[in-house]
């Protein structure tokens, strides 16, 4: 996700700033800019690309200011263009702002302050919160901020600074993380510890909904409303490479418990009040989506499980029939395609050259293309008719966790949005469905507490030969899933099956003590999975079951181990069956002392063939 800094010292900011940008480079980014305040002048410079572009640019620049903003940027709204990068300005240029997060009602409010005369520069949510800023200014920033904040929906984190005051930046914070913390003459704001180790250990995280006002001698905290207020202390002592990771071993594991937010992001202002779905950047008219009379989803490793998952989906809400296809695998085999076919690409960077190949492939076909993807501007992204981001924030990790759980959410938004627009659905039930993908987040938080039981789990099997996990239903694909992150990471061989198809074959692998995963949530084929818990466990497997709460005993009569996960409507079950298979491959490597981050073999983007 974006990183922002903001310093007000003794000294020029430019320094302080560029600093915090390069500590906070780890989280992944497309462009980057400053906005330094001098006198009564404001100069922003912002470039494209990576902070040495950046600095290239800044050489030709004198900022001398002691106040100033900077920001990395991790594209949401707009590509990564230098019109994009922040900070981004009012009509005048006499305000400045750099913004993490996403403001969910920002088209509504851009129409509104277009029709008001406001001129815009950029694709961007967040320019549209400069000119709401400057609509209430008048001498006064903390009041405008508060004014504008007040008419934004959505996830932020601000710091803005006004020409007219000189010394001051105002800050604020909704659902996205910032920190302020004072050292000897000067006092910041960023989105992470990591960005002010240098300058002090004593940090304030701010919380939701308040305001603060950073001058060089200290900050002061209030509410949205204007009321005192106080933000939670902290103490950092991790070096900076536990802070990149913000504490956590590995970046793996930061991004598994990331997921509830990486969620929660994915659905963020998808939803109208109406019910209806808005999912504004997929740019296909409605007429195209109409005339589908068929759907392909082409993707690879993780990608393609979210698709499979995908599939059930699409089927089950639209009566679209689905194939899905490994990209690296589609256009060498002549499929049936035409402008009434949709093709669906996953990717989490956008990349991948199978998926991008197959994404070219098709469109020459005449076919329809919408890409699923998370690194906006990406090449598939691009290439695609249409696009939905999935917005998991940067995955560093080469072992997807958030991205996948995002693609899932993602595509089965995308589901139910066909269902919409081809009018094949009820309301209330598209209602009931958006309802419980609502309802993930706060469940996959509760899924992350499974992890002492589930390391005790991985001790068990860390040293066995082989690792079987089945599933049916759309708990076939998070079998594949939890069996390709064992595979990559802990490099112990791993099979991912379809329950029912053990006993054509598969089966003959079991014998005493051999680990079957068995994903036996409610759904209408949980009896048939119990049935083939039965017939492995008959054999001498070691079972370890998922079912849904308030199952376990009934599963524990027939497994050897089980983990109970919230109820759910059995569609959304892989958002929350994945979690503790992620863990599990996560403990299992750890165990084998593996190279959790980097596997070997393995890149994050694989763009060859
Ligand atoms: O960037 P993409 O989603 O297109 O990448 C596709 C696969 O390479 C990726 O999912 C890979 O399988 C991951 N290492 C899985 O953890």
């Excluded at 054999?539 to 524990?556: L, N, P, W």
Aim: proline residues 4%; negative net charge; aromatic residues 4%.
């Amino acid at each position: 996700m974006c990183g922002i800094i903001g310093v007000v010292g003794d000294e020029p900011a430019l320094p302080a700033i560029l600093d915090g940008l390069r500590r906070v480079e780890y989280r992944g980014y497309d462009s980057a800019g400053v906005a330094v305040l001098d006198g009564a002048r404001i100069d922003v410079v912002r470039k494209a690309g990576k902070l040495d572009a950046l600095e290239k640019e800044l050489a030709s620049h004198a900022l001398d200011g002691h106040t100033g903003i900077g920001h990395t940027r991790w594209a949401t709204h707009g590509g990564p263009t230098d019109q994009n990068a922040h900070p981004h300005t009012d009509c005048t240029g006499n305000i400045a702002l750099i913004h993490n997060g996403i403001i969910e009602n920002y088209l509504e409010l851009r129409e509104r302050l277009e029709r008001d005369g406001h001129q815009f520069a950029s694709e961007t949510d967040t320019e549209t919160l400069a000119h709401l800023i400057e609509s209430h200014f008048s001498g006064d920033l903390t009041a405008a901020v508060r004014a504008a904040l007040s008419e934004v929906e959505g996830a932020f984190s601000v710091g803005v600074i006004a020409a007219e005051q000189p010394g001051l930046i105002v800050a604020a914070k909704r659902t996205s993380p910032l920190i302020v913390g004072k050292s000897d003459g000067a006092t910041f704001l960023a989105s992470d510890p990591t960005a002010l180790i240098a300058h002090t250990r004593d940090m304030v995280h701010v919380l939701d909904d308040q305001v603060v006002e950073i001058r060089k001698d200290g900050f002061t905290i209030t509410t949205l409303a204007g009321e005192p207020a106080e933000g939670n202390p902290i103490h950092v002592d991790w070096d900076t490479q536990a802070a990149e990771k913000a504490g956590y071993d590995t970046f793996m594991l930061k991004e598994i418990y990331e997921q509830p937010d990486a969620v929660a992001d994915a659905l963020r202002g998808r939803s109208l009040p109406n019910d209806m779905l808005a999912l504004d950047e997929l740019r296909l008219a409605e007429e195209d989506i109409r005339s589908v009379d068929k759907v392909f989803v082409v993707a690879c490793g993780s990608a393609f499980h979210a698709g499979l998952v995908a599939k059930y989906a699409i089927e089950h809400w639209t009566r679209l029939p689905v194939e899905i296809e490994i990209a690296s695998e589609f256009r060498y085999r002549d499929p049936v395609l035409d402008r009434d076919t949709l093709v669906i690409a996953v990717s989490q960077s956008g990349e991948t050259i199978d998926t991008l190949e197959a994404v070219k492939y098709a469109r020459e076909q005449s076919a329809k293309v919408m890409a699923v993807v998370n690194v906006v501007g990406s090449s598939i992204a691009r290439e695609a008719d249409a696009v939905l981001y999935t917005h998991a924030g940067p995955e560093i990790a080469v072992a997807s966790t958030k991205a996948f759980l995002a693609q899932v959410v993602g595509l089965k938004l995308l589901a139910l949005y066909l269902a919409q627009v081809r009018g094949v659905m009820w309301p209330q039930d598209r209602r009931r469905i958006v309802e419980d993908l609502h309802k993930l987040p706060a469940m996959i938080a509760q899924v992350l507490k499974l992890r002492p039981q589930v390391r005790e789990l991985a001790e068990h099997i860390a040293n066995s030969p082989t690792v079987l996990f089945m599933g049916r239903h759309v708990g076939y694909p998070v079998a594949l899933e939890g069996a390709l992150k064992l595979k990559e990471i802990s490099y112990l061989h791993a099979e991912g099956l379809a329950a029912g198809e053990m006993k054509h074959g598969p089966i003959a692998l079991v014998e005493d003590g051999v680990p079957v995963v068995a994903v036996a949530t409610q759904c209408h084929v949980y009896q048939k999975v119990l049935s083939n818990i039965q017939e492995v466990k008959a054999r001498g497997a070691y079972v370890i079951a998922i079912c849904s709460v308030g199952d376990g005993e009934e599963v524990a009569r027939h497994a050897d181990r089980v983990l109970e996960v919230p109820r759910i409507h059995e569609l959304l079950v892989p958002a929350l069956v994945a979690v503790p298979l992620q863990l599990l491959a996560y403990e299992v490597a750890t165990i084998r002392g593996r190279d959790v981050d980097q596997p070997r073999n393995l890149a994050k983007s694989v763009t060859v063939e």
